[in-house]
């Protein structure tokens, strides 16, 4: 929701939440994914689901309910079932599935991994990485390809790629809309069932 986080400049408009904050998902303690900055913008009552290790970083913001879960754990936020699943990042990276009238999957950064394709029989939204910040993507991220043999595997109704076009480093140019322009062809080719959206940063999508 920063026009700048640590070294990345956004590449888009800020945005702000434009409803109630119930919940923030947190998948994992990168700066890009984790920004202290962010979090003082949103109501204390929200709950922070972070994964373990990572509450000790956030109880001086003052929240009143941070709660710690690992790849495997379930809860229930009201009438929302969500199960934490792996993720391929690092030691600590989760994604996560949120179960309600509809069902969404969320990877939170990952690369592909076995089991994935067993995340759920049904999955009507999956939100899926498909690049990086800098002009080089390391291990542990989806690419405009792998992201599309990722949506073979999982094979959501609706698919909306994320983790790009938000920011850039700041001493590069950004990559512009090129890669939602390769995920969309891959997928098309690798998933040609899903309906995948490119929504622009800050955009919305009714299921």
Request: charged letters at 20%; a negative charge.
């Amino acid at each position: 929701m920063r026009d700048r986080v640590l070294h990345l400049v956004r590449s888009s408009p800020a945005t702000r939440p434009t409803g109630p904050v119930d919940a923030v998902l947190i998948s994992h303690a990168h700066g890009d994914h984790l920004d202290r900055g962010s979090l003082r913008l949103l109501p204390r009552s929200a709950k922070l689901v972070v994964p373990q290790g990572v509450s000790r970083f956030l109880k001086w913001l003052r929240f009143d309910d941070i709660v710690e879960v690992a790849a495997g754990d379930e809860l229930r936020l009201g009438d929302v079932r969500l199960r934490v699943t792996p993720a391929m990042h690092n030691a600590r990276a989760v994604g996560y599935l949120v179960d309600g009238s509809q069902t969404a999957y969320f990877a939170g950064d990952t690369d592909l991994f076995d089991g994935m394709a067993d995340i759920s029989p049904h999955i009507d939204l999956a939100m899926l990485p498909i690049s990086g910040w800098g002009p080089a993507l390391p291990e542990g991220h989806l690419n405009p390809t792998t992201a599309a043999q990722a949506l073979a595997l999982l094979q959501p109704r609706v698919c909306v790629p994320i983790h790009w076009g938000t920011y850039r480093v700041a001493w590069a140019r950004g990559a512009g809309n090129a890669p939602a322009e390769e995920f969309a062809a891959a997928a098309a080719a690798a998933a040609p069932d899903v309906d995948v959206r490119v929504l622009p940063v800050g955009g919305t999508l009714e299921l």
